[in-house]
T-cell receptor, first 115, second 109 residues
């Protein structure tokens, strides 16, 4: 299957700082990227969907000014958590889908801890 | 509204067979996915069904009935490493994935 690389896998940051998470499709062109958040023992919660070259579509309740998503190329999307707070601590997962694909391929996930 | 239902938790014995059910009500249907997720890791793809019937892939099989809005994942010859959460997801008419809450499968020796 296709490979999606997400970096970093773990990050600890201080409250009030910003953290950037990268999601790269290594062997295919990802026309659509999805960003999810998963709290312990809960299912995936879609935060936003981004199509290459256009603004991301955020799910209800997700602050677009706090979670900045950039999908500037067909192989890279980034999620920046701005002014992070302890309640933003979570597991963030990206997935990517090519234009001819029905399946979305997941990155490895990023464990964010805000202290 | 859109809804995916699956049991919260199931327990089975090593070497046995277990069936995890998933029922759905969505705006349109473009396929149903099953993913496996171990704690602290991202989900991994198991199966995709878009037509009615049974798809077999090694020890795992997935069944779909579109008229009933129903799917199941069948795991045979259970191994301890199969202890994980199993997520059912449906792709709706907008090609968005609607996720179930996941079924935590506990395998006992």
């Amino acid at each position: 299957g296709a490979v999606v690389s997400q970096h970093p896998s773990r990050v600890i940051c201080k409250s009030g700082t910003s953290v950037k998470i990268e999601c790269r499709s290594l062997d295919f062109q990802a026309t659509t990227m999805f960003w999810y958040r998963q709290f312990p023992k809960q299912s995936l919660m879609l935060m936003a969907t981004s199509n290459e070259g256009s603004k991301a579509t955020y799910e209800q309740g997700v602050e677009k000014d706090k979670f900045l998503i950039n999908h500037a190329s067909l192989t890279l999307s980034t999620l920046t958590v701005t002014s992070a707070h302890p309640e933003d601590s979570s597991f963030y997962i990206c997935s990517a889908r090519g234009i001819r694909d029905t399946e979305a391929f997941f990155g490895q996930g990023t464990r964010l801890t805000v202290v | 509204g859109q809804n995916i239902d699956q049991p919260t938790e199931m327990t089975a014995t090593e070497g046995a067979i277990v069936q995890i059910n998933c029922t759905y009500q969505t705006s349109g249907f473009n396929g149903l996915f099953w993913y496996q997720q171990h704690a602290g890791e991202a989900p991994t793809f198991l199966s995709y069904n878009v037509l009615d019937g049974l798809e077999e892939k090694g020890r795992f099989s997935s069944f779909l009935s579109r008229s009933k809005g129903y799917s199941y994942l069948l795991l045979k010859e259970l191994q301890m490493k199969d202890s994980a959460s199993y997520l059912c997801a449906v792709m709706d008419s907008n090609y968005q994935l609607i996720w179930g809450a996941g079924t935590k499968l506990i395998i006992k020796p």
